[in-house]
């Protein structure tokens, strides 16, 4: 923790804070862990000082939904669908991973994270073959400095059978692990869901996640399943606060309607549902209901894991929708929509809300934990800046995050990672890689990039 408080001076503050709104030229005070103030001209006399002269000085974005032990797999599956992800890459691959190389997968995956201005992650963890495995995704992830939900999957070989519960070690993984839960990285359940497991498990496994009291985040509404899983939990009476879900391609109006009268939350992938072939976007239904989803890029296997491409993307594939019918009559729509302000509303307060922070992270407000991000607006890609959130989300990339500050403390600062030592991480997750893929090739796999 700082011994002073710290003053970002002078940058274009992007608070989210609707009370604040967006201020051109001002500063954020932070005092330990949490936002003391934001304004013009405050007092930085006993400050550790930092000049946010060209930079947008916004709050830390969140990944809603993340498979971090697949980071080790970077682009290995781009050209790929999930059916071929499943059918032959992760089988071959992750059979062979040693809890070594799931520390590796798993730090590098929420240090690729911060590094891109992502403080806070959901980590969606199904390479929990063993308690070892386990511990090494959460020791991965601890070690990165980021904030984190370490989302407890029941092991990936395990997700055909749909008559297994949640295994139930995830009480003492909470016991002896996450004593207190009120850390950098907190419980919660990756549960399987009618997807992936029948109703009366199902319920039982929601049931579980309350006796201990963590949140639960689960893949709902895939095309080729069922169908109609909110509808299902509806119907079972275990809709709440506490529950988000992902993907939910094929969710409709009704199920959208009970979810939000039950409290839960939403984390949009559409890039990466269409990357891979799973499904269209559910964005445009949200947005018809006044849903603010989080977003999230899922798997680093396929698609880049910044949350400017994924705004990026979203936006790319909401208006293709919207404007097919003006196209398919030989004509040019007069009109867009889906703005700027809308996107950093998801990477941000729609973010905060779905990993259930909402009153704690994913705005510059007074009283808020100080996750805060600098990108820099000064290079040859954002230059002139004329409308800031414009410019963040039409022109920004990664390489622009200049500073990013987690819990209070700079974890990167102008541009470099000082929360741990980027080249150990990077060796960890080279040697990682070629483990897990010699095994796999003394398996008889070898993908065709190795061949
Ligand atoms: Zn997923």
């Known amino acids: 923790m700082n011994d002073r408080p710290i003053l970002i001076r002078g940058g274009a503050v992007l608070s989210m804070d609707p009370s604040i709104g967006t201020l051109s030229r001002g500063d ?6 949490v936002i003391a103030g934001v304004g013009s001209h405050l007092n930085g006399a006993d400050c550790e000082i930092i000049d946010a002269q060209g930079m947008i000085v916004m709050p830390g974005m ?18 790929d669908t999930l059916a071929g992800f499943f059918g032959e890459a992760v089988p071959a691959t992750a059979s062979v991973m040693t809890p070594d190389d799931v520390y590796a997968s798993n730090l590098l995956g929420a240090v690729d994270a911060l590094d891109a201005g992502i403080t806070t992650i959901v980590d969606w963890c199904h390479i929990t073959v063993s308690p070892m495995h386990t511990r090494a995704a959460v020791e991965g992830v601890k070690d990165s400095g980021a904030r984190v939900w370490f989302a407890h999957g029941a092991p990936q070989p395990t997700w055909s059978d749909k008559t297994l519960e949640h295994p139930r070690d995830l009480a003492a993984l909470q016991r002896e692990d996450f004593a207190g839960d009120d850390g950098l990285v907190r419980l919660a359940m990756a549960a399987r869901g009618p997807m992936f497991a029948n109703l009366d498990v199902t319920k039982r496994d929601f049931e579980f996640a309350r006796e201990l009291g963590i949140p639960i985040s689960v ?14 939990l509806h119907e079972m009476g275990v809709l709440g606060p506490d529950v988000t879900f992902l993907h939910g391609n094929t969710i409709t109006d009704r199920e959208i309607s009970l979810a939000i009268d039950a409290g839960c939350s939403f984390v949009d992938s559409g890039q990466l549902d269409v990357m891979m072939g799973i499904g269209s976007p559910m964005t445009e239904r949200l947005l018809r209901h006044g849903v603010k989803p989080g977003i999230s890029a899922d798997t680093p296997a ?32 007069e009109k867009s929509h889906m703005t700027a302000h809308q996107m950093v509303e998801f990477a941000t307060m729609g973010g905060a809300k779905a990993v259930w922070l909402g009153d704690r992270i994913g705005s510059l407000s007074p009283g808020k934990i100080a996750d805060v991000i600098l990108v820099r607006v000064s290079d040859i890609n954002t230059r002139p800046v004329n409308d800031i959130e414009s410019t963040l989300v039409y022109c920004a ?8 500050l987690v819990n209070g403390n700079i974890v990167k600062r102008s541009g470099r990672m000082e929360s741990v030592d980027v080249d150990r991480v990077l060796r960890l997750a080279d040697a990682a890689r070629d483990r897990v893929y010699e095994q796999a090739a003394k398996n008889g796999y070898v993908p065709e990039w190795r061949r």
Request: glycine content about 8%; overall charge negative; hydrophobic content about 35%.
């Open 28 to 33: 954020v005070r932070i005092e330990g862990s």
């Open 219 to 232: 893949h709902v509404d895939m095309p080729g399943y069922d169908g109609e899983d909110v509808l299902r």
């Open 62 to 79: 969140i990944d809603g939904h993340k498979h971090t032990w697949q980071t080790i797999f970077r682009s290995t599956c781009g050209d």
């Open 397 to 404: 990339h990664r390489g622009n995050v200049d500073t990013v």
């Open 302 to 333: 396929t698609n880049p894991t910044d949350m400017f491409w994924v705004m990026r993307g979203l936006m790319l594939l909401e208006r293709a929708r919207a404007f097919k019918p003006t196209f398919d009559a030989n004509a040019q729509p």
